[in-house]
């Protein structure tokens, strides 16, 4: 059974810094691309950060760029997101999830598509003095 | 990066009624569109992908289509667990986006 269990969320003050976990289960890693994506109380979802399931490539977006660093340890099956330099407009729920994919094929070219098709329960990041 | 507008952002419907929610990108993402469900506190749940992939166990009363910029969810026949708030998203960058969201609630 796939599962996804973040850690690492709490209080912190502005400018701090902090490291998620996102503890993963029923699968490895090198085989999936794995996204950050957060939500703020009250409002939307936002994607934060990916890495690419040979670990090579990783992904920002502008918001967190030169702040937050993704990076995965597959030995320990485990997804981190180091955030630095924090504002209280990082304050959110921070929910990993596993980049599933279809492949569709059509006239000799090959098409994949991704989504998110197992998300973890998330951690709460609070921003405050 | 591509926005992905979501219309309207909440409606009201009844038990039994269709219900369509529409998805606009800023720029052609031909079908790389997902829609997700999600209830307070809860993670998100994939319901489509591919703009009109059933995924698996969700039920056939949830349908997508589009291509390109627009795109719709639509509902056929709603019921009490379907009242919570949608989302799509595009994976069509690497930068990936979500619409605004789109709550349904109870008439």
């Known amino acids: 059974e796939v599962q996804l269990v973040e850690s690492g969320g709490g209080l912190v003050q502005p400018g701090g810094s902090l490291r998620l976990s996102c503890a993963a289960s029923g699968f490895s890693l090198s085989n999936y691309a794995m996204h950050w994506v957060r939500q703020a109380p009250g409002r939307g979802l936002e994607f934060v950060s990916a890495?690419?399931?040979?670990?090579?490539?990783?992904f920002y977006a502008d918001s967190v760029k030169g702040r937050f660093t993704i990076s995965r340890d597959t030995s320990k099956t485990t997804l981190y997101l180091q955030m630095g330099s924090l504002r209280t407009e990082d304050m959110a729920v921070y929910f990993c999830?596993?980049?599933?994919?279809?492949?569709?094929?059509?006239?000799?070219?090959?098409?994949?598509?991704?989504?998110?098709?197992?998300w973890g329960q998330g951690t709460l990041v609070t921003v405050s003095s | 990066d591509i926005q992905m507008t979501q219309s309207p952002s909440s409606l009201s419907a009844s038990v039994g009624d269709r219900v369509t929610i529409t998805c606009r990108a800023s720029q052609s993402i031909s079908t790389y569109l997902n829609w997700y469900q999600q209830t307070p506190m809860k993670a998100p749940k994939l319901l489509i992908y591919a703009a009109s992939r059933l995924q698996s166990g969700v039920p056939s009363r949830f349908t997508g289509s589009g291509s390109g910029t627009d795109f719709t969810l639509t509902i056929s026949s709603l019921q009490p667990a379907d009242f919570a708030t949608y989302y799509c998203?595009?994976?069509?960058?690497?930068?990936?986006?979500f619409g605004g969201g789109t709550k349904v609630e109870i008439k």
């Open positions: 999830a596993r980049e599933g994919s279809y492949k569709y094929e059509s006239s000799g070219y090959s098409y994949t598509f991704g989504f998110f098709d197992y």
């Open positions: 890495i690419t399931s040979d670990g090579g490539t990783t």
């Open positions: 998203h595009q994976s069509y960058s690497s930068t990936h986006t």
